[in-house]
């Protein structure tokens, strides 16, 4: 009993250390940012089987914005994506609805590393995921935020092919 609360309370504190590293990287330290979030996911990899696949989709995600090499955050948002399509709800079945909201975000994460390594076409297969996923999106700061952040991209690799946007309605 006492270790299943240890346990408990060893994973209500990586969403928090997982924010006081974004906070840090978003404050400019990039460095320390990806030091702490990289030790994070060893500590989470060590709990065996992996770490919970929440925690792995939250931690990579974050790690690939840290990193300096387009391939290498490639890596990472894949990392993001599969752990994503591993997280399961306490009936043990696939917990699509309560990581719904991550994939427009993930989708568009890879869109962009695509990009940044000039794989248009990769590209816009992930963007047109984004925008499907993104459909799903309540109005709000977060949905309406993607959303732009969808149009914005299409938007680059329409103008960096010479073709048009991506077609189909915005967001």
Not at 13 to 42: C, F, K, S, Y
Not at 100 to 108: D, G, I, K, M, T
């Amino acid at each position: 009993m006492a270790g299943a609360r240890r346990r408990a309370s060893e994973d209500d504190a990586v969403p928090t250390r997982i924010g006081q590293a974004v906070m840090l990287h978003r404050g400019g330290d990039r460095e320390e940012a990806r030091n702490r979030l990289a030790e994070l996911w060893r500590e989470v990899h060590d709990g065996g089987a992996g770490g919970d696949p929440f925690h792995r989709c939250a931690l990579a995600h974050y790690i690939a914005d840290t990193q300096d090499d387009p391939a290498d955050e490639l890596m990472w948002d894949l990392l993001a994506l599969a752990a994503a399509d591993r997280i399961v709800g306490a009936d043990g079945r696939p917990a699509a609805t309560k990581v719904r909201a991550f994939y427009p975000s993930l989708h568009l994460n890879l869109a962009a590393d695509y990009a940044k390594l000039g794989q248009r076409e990769a590209a816009r297969g992930q963007l047109a995921l984004a925008r499907a996923s993104a459909r799903g999106l309540a109005h709000g700061p977060y949905g309406d935020g993607v959303r732009t952040a969808i149009r914005r991209l299409a938007l680059r690799l329409g103008a960096a092919g010479g073709g048009p946007p991506l077609g189909g309605p915005p967001g």
